[in-house]
Nanobody, 125 residues
Framework: QVQLVESGGGLVQAGDSLTLSCAASGGTFEGYVVGWFRQAPGKQRELVAAITSSGNTNYLDFVKGRFTIFRDNAKITVYLQMNSLKPEDTAVYYC???????????????????WGQGTQVTVST
């Protein structure tokens, strides 16, 4: 079971960009689906983007065209590039990984096996 270490959150203004990183500690993401989720206060956790072991991706409709999920060639880090940020993007962002369903880009949160600690993203007007 891979351990996940997130970084890159912060406070930005609307329209700014931010890149989140999710690093695999003690292994790689080879054979894993990796997803980025977010949870705003009072709301359910939602899938923002996911990348399967073979590289297929899936995005929440609200972020399509603004966010990009990608990984490095060594499959040690998965990134979430966020452009044109909106106040509605404010949330705690979590990365998650799972090996059993490695080719499922729509995998729901409860089926992911490993989770990071979360990183706060705040977008001001």
């Amino acid at each position: 079971q891979v351990q996940l270490v997130e970084s890159g959150g912060g406070l930005v203004q609307a329209g700014d960009s931010l890149t989140l990183s999710c690093a695999a500690s003690g292994g790689t993401f080879e054979g894993y689906v990796v997803g980025w989720f977010r949870q705003a206060p009072g709301k359910q956790r939602e899938l923002v983007a996911a990348i399967t072991s073979s590289g297929n991706t899936n995005y929440l409709d609200f972020v399509k065209g603004r966010f990009t999920i990608f990984r490095d060639n060594a499959k040690i880090t998965v990134y979430l590039q966020m452009n044109s940020l909106k106040p509605e993007d404010t949330a705690v962002y979590y990365c998650a990984a799972d090996a059993k369903y490695s080719e499922s880009p729509y995998l729901p949160a409860h089926l992911y096996d490993s989770w990071g600690q979360g990183t706060q993203v705040t977008v001001s007007t």
